[in-house]
């Protein structure tokens, strides 16, 4: 079971990156798809979520600026994030469940399979 995280990097605010998350060993399709993120110092926070049906669900500070999908053919998920802000500045990490919590989707405690993180970092 594998979950790797790739598509962070520099970005100057205003900017936009593309997150991937490839999944492998498990049955993507029937799996709700998280993006979270932590910065230094602080917990890590629901960004957005996706369900198996393509149900989607975002943080407030992110709503209307980050966009997420996914593509059951390629076992893959996305997290589209435009008009970046310093503050968005974190490691990001996708992560599976096969639990149904609706909403809940963006509490970590729901999920028992994590990618690595890739490392976003907006500058000012």
């Known amino acids: 079971v594998q979950l790797q995280a790739s598509g962070g990097g520099l970005v100057q605010a205003g900017g936009s990156l593309r997150l991937s998350c490839a999944a492998s060993?498990?049955?993507?399709?029937?799996?709700?798809i998280g993006w979270f993120r932590q910065a230094p110092g602080k917990e890590r926070e629901g960004v957005s979520c996706?369900?198996?049906?393509?149900?989607?669900f975002y943080a407030d500070s992110v709503k209307g600026r980050f966009t997420i999908s996914r593509d059951n053919a390629k076992n893959t998920a996305y997290l589209q994030a435009n008009s970046l802000k310093p503050e968005d500045t974190a490691v990001y990490y996708c992560?599976?469940?096969?639990?149904?919590?609706?909403?809940?989707?963006?509490?970590?405690?729901?999920?028992?399979?994590w990618g690595q993180g890739t490392l976003v970092t907006v500058s000012s």
């Open positions: 996706i369900s198996s049906s393509g149900v989607t």
């Open positions: 992560a599976a469940t096969s639990l149904r919590v609706g909403r809940r989707c963006l509490e970590p405690p729901n999920y028992n399979r």
């Open positions: 060993g498990f049955g993507f399709n029937y799996y709700d």
